[in-house]
């Protein structure tokens, strides 16, 4: 593995890969708009504010609450493509990641059920006429909700990086996992959800408010992305020192080296734009520059997670069951199936805007 990611594996192994990363980063990007947004709206609870209008009323507030439902349904949706690939490329470590978490595993469907359905009681207006220890405590119990999903499949991922480590979880139920280990990475993931979030929260923003109106939430919006961006960047730095020296050296070597450049390229866009809209204010070809830098960090960090991974793993066991994998067919299936998904999404997105347009 001394060639950068993915051209040093066989055709197949290189395929699955590359589609795996790249539906995760799409299913990532939904997901981060979903587990920071839950972890604003609860925020906004907890601490309202002292001024004449709380942060539960606020223009951000109010388009959290009414695009987490849509969010957290594309979120999964987008989810089912990664889901199916992680199938393909990493078959026995993936379904023996799912048995060794047991109960865990089984409750995080039914989870996000009751989280589906407690982001439309949000919205209602009903909800808003509720007590402040009524509001606050389900505002707080729907972030929890998504917290707790981050780390099931956070040690989904790392059970299956562990074969050695299955004989001592199945004999003693527990996960047998390092709990700074599993803290980095919950930091990483749940800091680097702030920008992501800010970001397409930013875009969202009504163009029909006035200038201060605007510009308070856009100084709203850059202090949670830089603070997102600080605890994601260090945990980051800390992982990193701690890591094996074979996961340490494919991160920095070939493999993953001009990818770990590309997420802190990513990251320092983000930084130093979100710290100008915060001196400044904001304008729209900021918007356009951060999603950049915003996708180059999403696509870096995702793909050095597959590196971690990786150096963990028997390749000529998983490259011969992906050449086994590639000659069953099935890809004008799921290309079509793609379109058509993709296409609904969009209609949904155009009809909830207008929808939301004519309510002003």
Not at 37 to 53: F, H, I, M, Q
Not at 129 to 148: D, H
Request: proline content about 5%; overall charge neutral.
């Amino acid at each position: 593995m001394e060639t950068l990611f993915p051209f040093g594996f066989p055709t197949p192994t290189a395929f699955y890969l590359t589609l795996y990363v790249l539906t995760f980063v799409l299913h990532q990007a939904l997901m981060h708009y979903v587990l920071a947004g839950s972890g604003y709206l609860a925020w906004c609870n907890l601490v309202p504010g002292d001024g004449e209008t709380p942060r539960t009323a606020q223009p951000l507030a109010k388009i959290l609450r009414d695009w987490m439902p849509f969010a957290l349904s594309a979120a999964i949706t987008a989810g089912v493509a990664p889901l199916l690939f992680v199938q393909i490329v990493y078959p026995t470590e993936f379904y023996t990641a799912n048995l060794l978490l047991w109960w865990r595993w089984m409750i995080v469907i039914p989870v996000l059920i009751v989280v589906f359905y407690l982001l439309y009681l949000v919205k209602t207006r009903r909800y808003s006429e509720w007590s402040f220890l009524a509001r606050t405590s389900i505002a707080v119990f729907v972030s929890a909700c998504f917290l707790f999903v981050g780390f099931c499949w956070t040690a989904n991922h790392l059970i299956s990086m562990h074969p050695d480590k299955w004989p001592g979880i199945y004999e003693t139920g527990r996960t047998e996992l390092s709990n700074m280990e599993v803290l980095l990475r919950m930091l990483i993931w749940t800091g680097g959800a702030f920008p992501t979030m800010c970001l397409m929260a930013a875009w969202q923003l009504p163009p029909s408010s006035t200038d201060s109106q605007i510009r308070l939430e856009e100084w709203r919006l850059a202090r949670a992305a830089l603070g997102g961006l600080f605890l994601a960047t260090l945990a980051g730095i800390v992982y990193l020192v701690r890591l094996d020296d074979l996961s340490r050296g494919l991160i920095l070597g070939s493999l993953g080296g001009p990818y770990l450049g590309i997420t802190i390229l990513g990251l320092l866009v983000q930084g130093g734009l979100w710290f100008l809209i915060l001196q400044r204010g904001g304008r729209p070809v900021y918007r356009v520059i951060l999603s950049g830098g915003c996708t180059l960090a999403l696509v870096g960090a995702s793909v050095l997670r597959e590196t971690i991974r990786l150096a963990h793993l028997d390749l000529e066991k998983l490259a011969s069951h992906h050449e086994q994998a590639a000659d069953i067919g099935g890809w004008l299936v799921f290309l079509v199936m793609a379109v058509v998904n993709v296409a609904v999404i969009g209609v949904c997105v155009v009809m909830v805007r207008r929808g939301l347009a004519s309510q002003e």
